[in-house]
């Protein structure tokens, strides 16, 4: 029976063997999952690369615009969708963004039919592989220091995919003079370093578009409301040559609420404190000192403000405005109270000295001293 048994495996064995020959010979290998992969001799991103003959070490790939023909243009399509607002600097006047940033080229000298490579149409490779567009953005002040995307991706038509996420800190024009209740617009400026007329700059110039595609991805807005982002498509004499350039235009509005409760209501209770100060009577406390105090209080709140604003702005912003008025109404009812301070003083200086006999008999003296003088002289 054990004997039988064994000579059944055996025989098994054999024919699932037998079986798994002629699927291998018939170009076909069990999968995981039950059905055949082919396995034919161009069936691997390995094939693919070396049928390109696309590696690291060849620099042909690298040094040069891939065009067949040094007169042809190539069309480098942009788009750049906005993740978050991370900071915006007035005194500095930058404008911090997060941003995801997607580049389409084409490379002549990297087409293949798929039907040859078992239907593979697209290849993931490293970015240091193939010609990448010199393109920079021209409000930049200072390098992003993550690493760019390692990847590109490559298809059989010669179409080359990038997609890069990047910390851009540019400069950006503040407009202050509705602070807090203003509304600011930063423009982002890709244009190419070198070439002129060589790289066609496209993009999509549907900006509700664009605009729905940020807000649907937008991860944090820091104290801004994003309002919009436009695009725009400019041609720029650089020094004799012709570039083409692409400004995304962002929109965004300040939350004013907190600078509405931390900092102008507080200033207009100062002022209803220093007003009420006119019911304090005079015996009823040091009157000018608490005056004073309140108008320290509000010079502090104003370097608190001088923080804030830029200090290279064209116009006084209508805040600082309102604090000078302040300010100044403050300053005159100091002034009042100084004023009847001082009057008060004098009148109860010439009360006392009405009532005073010694003050009379002074007088009196005086007068005898000055007849006799009269009378002496003449």
Excluded at 357 to 377: G, H, V
Aim: hydrophobic share 40%.
């Amino acid at each position: 029976m054990i004997l039988a048994q064994s000579v059944f495996v055996l025989l098994l064995t054999a024919v699932l063997s037998t079986a798994d020959s002629d699927e291998f010979q018939n170009g076909s290998l069990p999968s995981d999952n039950g059905f055949p992969e082919t396995s034919e001799e161009n069936c691997s991103y390995h094939d693919v690369l070396g049928y390109l003959k696309l590696t690291t070490d060849n620099s042909l790939f690298t040094m040069s615009r891939p065009v067949k023909h040094h007169r042809r243009t190539t069309p480098v399509h942009l788009q750049m969708a906005l993740y978050a607002i991370l900071d915006v600097r007035e005194i500095d006047q930058t404008f911090i963004s997060y941003v995801w940033i997607y580049m389409t080229w084409t490379n002549e000298h990297i087409q293949w039919k798929p039907e040859d490579f078992c239907g593979i149409s697209n290849v993931t490779i490293p970015n240091n592989a193939l010609w990448k567009p010199d393109l920079t953005i021209e409000e930049m002040i200072e390098k992003d220091k993550a690493p760019p995307s390692p990847l590109l991706q490559i298809f059989y038509n010669g179409t080359v995919f990038y997609k890069n996420d990047q910390v851009i800190i540019s400069t950006c024009q503040m407009r202050v003079y509705k602070f807090p209740f203003d509304t600011q617009s930063c423009n982002i400026t890709f244009r190419s370093i070198l070439h002129s007329g060589e790289i066609n700059l496209t993009v999509n110039e549907n900006n509700s578009e664009i605009t729905m595609w940020s807000r649907e991805i937008m991860l944090t807005q820091y104290e801004w409301v994003f309002i919009s982002m436009s695009v725009d498509k400019h041609l720029e004499d650089n020094l004799g040559c012709i570039q083409t350039s692409v400004i995304y235009t962002i929109t965004m509005k300040r939350r004013s609420i907190l600078y509405c409760a931390n900092f102008l209501i507080p200033i207009l209770f100062l002022l209803m404190l220093d007003l009420a100060s006119f019911l304090i009577p005079k015996t009823g406390g040091e009157k000018l000192g608490f005056k004073v105090t309140v108008l320290l209080a509000v010079t502090v709140m104003q370097l608190l403000l001088n923080e804030i604003l830029p200090s290279s702005t064209d116009t006084i912003p209508l805040v600082v405005l309102y604090c000078i008025g302040i300010f100044g109404l403050m300053l005159l009812s100091l002034m009042e109270t100084i004023l009847v301070m001082y009057l008060l003083e004098k009148d109860s200086e010439s009360q006392d000295s009405e009532g005073d006999p010694a003050f009379y008999a002074e007088q009196n003296d005086k007068i005898i001293k000055l007849n006799s003088r009269n009378n002496f002289t003449g």
